[in-house]
Structure formats: C-alpha cells, structure tokens
C-alpha cells in the first residue's frame, strides 16, 4: 500500500483525482492532522509527503509525517513541505529564501530505463517550482 499523507496541498488533491483514481494502486490517503492509524494486514511500501503551506518548525500539526517517517523504512517522497519534514526528522536544517522562487523549469530525464519513470512518454517535462523554503 502507499501512504499518502496530505499536508493541505491542491496539488496532492489533483494528484488523487487525476491519476491514483486511474491506476490500479492499493493507497491510502491521510490528511496531516489525522491519527495515523495502519491496521496490521495493511502493508506499507511507500510514502508520499505532500506540499504545503507552511514549515516543519512552524505550529502546524505535521504529526502524521514524523509518525510515518519514524515508522516504516520504505522509499519516501517528500514535496515541498513534505520534503522539508524529512530533512529535519533526519536532523536536516532548513533556511528561509531571500525571495519566494516561483518559474517554470524544464527537467530532462538523464536514465529513463529507471523503473520510477516507466510509462512516461519524453525524457522532458516541464515543472513549476514554488519555494520559500530551502534545505
């Protein structure tokens, strides 16, 4: 099962609606203030951070990350915010950016043979950063 747990992002919403909807993934989605309860047949085998308004230092209620994160040893993706708890769970330092980052970025895939990115059809995509917060 994937672990996704929602730290109040728009765009881990799009994620769920647009694609895990069409896939055929056991997953279960979590939002950042709720207990974070697994019953024992469910199986964890990845985890998913989403954005988020905010930081890890901030009087949010983050608990259901840093449960996850102390919790299950499986492949983790952080965004954003989410990428920022992992840091400081690991003892990580995060710093406030001069400026809010905000562009578009083209990323080229350098190994696509990968399996992360099987079923994609270019090595090329364009992705919008939106930062004030860097690692």
Not at 34 to 39: A, D, G, N, T
Not at 54 to 77: H, I, K, R, W
Not at 110 to 119: A, N, S, V
């Amino acid at each position: 099962m994937l672990l996704i747990i929602d730290n109040q992002s728009s765009f881990i919403k799009k994620f769920k609606r647009n694609f895990l909807s069409e896939q055929n993934i056991e997953y279960r989605f979590v939002d950042h203030n709720e207990p974070l309860v697994i019953k024992e047949e469910e199986k964890v085998e990845g985890i998913i951070l989403s954005g988020g308004k905010g930081s890890p230092y901030e009087p949010l209620n983050l608990t259901a990350d840093f449960v996850a994160l102390m919790n299950y040893d499986v492949p983790t993706l952080g965004l954003c915010l989410g990428y920022e708890n992992i840091a400081v769970a690991h003892l990580g330092r995060i710093k406030k950016l001069e400026k809010y980052n905000q562009r578009l970025e083209t990323v080229k895939i350098t190994k696509m043979e990968d399996p992360i990115f099987q079923g994609l059809i270019s090595d090329e995509m364009t992705l919008r950063k939106q930062h004030t917060y860097k690692v």
